[in-house]
């Protein structure tokens, strides 16, 4: 069964540092492409960075300079360390897999897989 599992997440006080990540089974994310979404409460999920297969990534602006995306395909994981939180991060937090192949540059905009999400709460 081929699933994502995001783990990381959590109550942080405005200007702290969290890493998720992003942990597939049942399929080689090395030929995937991964995205990180969010969804805060009243608001539409926005797509907040993706890394493509070849190494390509894709920040939101709002989260440009403060965050990290970076993937290790011998875990089978890739990861989204984010600094200098504020309160407006505060989300469920969502990763998603869509497949490329064994390259490709390309950060879609359209997913096959997506997990379950995981809560980011940034307040002091």
């Known amino acids: 069964q081929l699933q994502v599992v995001e783990s990381g997440g959590g109550l942080v006080q405005p200007g702290g540092s969290l890493r998720l990540s992003c942990a597939a089974s049942?399929?080689?994310?090395?030929?995937?492409?991964i995205g990180w979404f969010r969804q805060a409460p009243g608001k539409e999920r926005e797509r907040v960075s993706c890394?493509?297969?070849?190494?390509?990534?894709y920040y939101t602006d709002s989260v440009k300079g403060r965050s990290t995306i970076s993937r290790d395909n011998a875990k089978n994981t890739v990861y989204l360390q984010m600094n200098s939180l504020k309160p407006e991060d505060t989300a469920v937090y969502y990763c998603?897999?869509?497949?490329?192949?064994?390259?490709?540059?390309?950060?879609?905009?359209?997913?096959?897989?997506w997990g379950q999400g995981t809560q980011v709460t940034v307040s002091s």
């Open positions: 998603a897999a869509d497949f490329l192949g064994p390259s490709g540059s390309s950060c879609p905009l359209e997913y096959d897989w």
């Open positions: 049942g399929f080689t994310l090395a030929y995937y492409a």
């Open positions: 890394i493509s297969v070849d190494g390509t990534t």
